[in-house]
């Protein structure tokens, strides 16, 4: 899960969990963690290198967040997101991120896009899920240069906000029969923001985020675990 042997910053008041609390949200928003996992305290100091308390303080700001939930007897993990919340995560998604899409479209520089298109030539070099270690972190990287090129300090924090929630299910798009599927819409949104199309860049992802909201779906029904909360 994300990066390893972190040192917590300190501050005069003691270790702060600023650290861990960006490295934990990031790792949700990759989908480095599965539906259902528990954020184990002892484990996580030990990933992070440093002591139980940035690493409490950071889990509790991301329960507050509605990222992770806190049990009783159990702590925090990873919730299991029922039908209902991830067709109504699609919904939001599918309005939010693509307006941030269509103003990107006029926005967006040059060197966005060279970054777009090399993040996406990594993506299609991938053919198997054993290389398939990062596909998920570049996809990442790939929406969120499109979202942040649209020039709205607002916008980007309310899909990141989103992402914590959906995150975990894009391991749904990891297996040898998902692997490669939306990369034929990053192509989409690519023409679209070269052409300064907004209305394009917005369709077209739209259209991901309802194919990926499909696979989402599946693979929660497919869930013994989960099928309490579909």
């Known amino acids: 899960m994300a ?24 790792a949700l928003m990759r989908g480095d963690v599965q539906p259902g996992e528990r954020m184990v305290v002892r484990r996580l100091s030990e990933e992070y290198g440093t002591s139980s308390l940035p690493v409490r303080h950071a889990l509790q700001r991301l329960v507050g967040e509605g990222a992770l939930s806190d049990e009783p007897y159990r702590g925090a993990r990873v919730p299991i997101r029922s039908v209902d919340e991830l067709l109504d995560l699609r919904r939001v998604r599918s309005a939010i991120e693509g307006q941030a899409a269509a103003w990107a479209a006029g926005t967006v520089t040059g060197a966005e896009l060279e970054r777009l298109h090399a993040l996406q030539a990594r993506m299609m070099a991938v053919r198997t899920t054993g290389q398939a270690e990062h596909y998920l972190d570049w996809n990442y990287q790939f929406h969120f240069t499109v979202y942040r090129a649209a020039r709205s300090p607002l916008l980007a924090p309310m899909i990141e906000r989103l992402w914590l929630r959906a995150g975990p299910y894009l391991n749904a798009m990891r ?35 309802s194919e990926a909201a499909g696979f989402m779906v599946r693979s929660l029904l497919a869930s013994p675990e989960s099928r309490g909360a579909a």
């Open 3 to 26: 990066e390893r042997g972190m040192a917590a910053e300190t501050t005069p008041e003691g270790p702060s969990h600023e650290p861990v609390y960006r490295a934990l949200r990031e």
């Open 175 to 209: 297996t040898e029969l998902t692997l490669g599927i939306g990369l034929e819409t990053h192509d989409m949104v690519l023409d679209a923001l070269a052409r300064g199309d907004g209305e394009a860049a917005r369709r077209a992802v739209e259209t991901e985020i």
